[in-house]
């Protein structure tokens, strides 16, 4: 079965931390997207990773992907409180289907 | 520039109701284009996606449906609705395999 899991599910963390979210699926792939959900919303897409190695950074947020690990990671650095929301990864699973994870929902306390 | 439509953006239905929704693309050809549900504090559940007109793959055996009758039009059907079918439905599409997805606004369903 192909399956995208993240962990944790659920983070509370404190603003000015450092964390990080993980994201492993069990198919060979090396297109791997991470999007943000803020609550009521739709998604909107922070980063397409898209080969082994891929880094890429857009402000306080910074994804990677390790193809032969299967596993992708979002890194938090210095969290501030506008960065609450939840944060999925997806994955090309071939055939154009795009499998996503369950999502890790982001809360930073004050 | 490419833009997504999803409607409605609120839906109320009985049990045992049809349904319809409606997902048009903009300023792009032969997207690919999928049908999400989200049910209240989960992940998203791919239901269908599809690569070309009349073309659906289908990830969910349910009482729904999917058609494409045209290049940019994606519509998700039921012929009765269950309370089990209440949720956040999202349309999404993408330009090719290399390209993340794109995401209409939504429509939230519930079933009563």
């Known amino acids: 079965e192909l399956k995208v899991e993240q962990n944790p599910l659920f983070l509370s963390m404190q603003e000015g931390k450092n964390y990080t979210i993980y994201c492993n699926y069990s198919t060979t792939s090396d297109r791997l997207y991470w999007y943000r959900q803020d609550p009521g919303k739709s998604l909107e897409s922070l980063f397409v990773?898209?080969?082994?190695?891929a880094v890429k950074q857009e402000g306080r947020l910074m994804a990677s992907l390790d193809t032969k690990a299967r596993l992708s990671t979002l890194h938090i650095t210095a969290a501030v409180h506008d960065l609450s929301a939840t944060y999925f990864c997806?994955?090309?699973?071939?055939?154009?289907?795009?499998?996503f994870g369950q999502g890790t929902r982001l809360t930073i306390n004050p | 520039s490419q833009t997504i439509h999803q409607w409605p953006a609120t839906l109320v239905q009985p049990v045992g109701s049809p349904l319809s929704l409606e997902c048009t693309v903009e300023g792009t050809s032969n997207p690919n284009l999928y049908w999400y549900r989200q049910a209240a504090g989960r992940g998203l559940q791919l239901l269908f996606y599809s690569v070309g007109i009349g073309q659906i793959s289908s990830e969910v055996p349910q009482n729904l449906s999917a058609s494409r009758p045209q290049d940019r039009q994606f519509i998700l059907s039921s012929k009765k609705l269950l309370l089990s079918d209440s949720g956040f439905y999202l349309c999404?599409?993408?330009?090719?395999?290399?390209?993340?997805?794109?995401f209409g606004q939504g429509t939230r369903l519930t079933v009563v």
């Open positions: 997806a994955v090309d699973m071939g055939a154009q289907k795009l499998v």
């Open positions: 999404a599409w993408r330009r090719s395999p290399l390209s993340e997805a794109f």
């Open positions: 990773l898209l080969s082994n190695g």
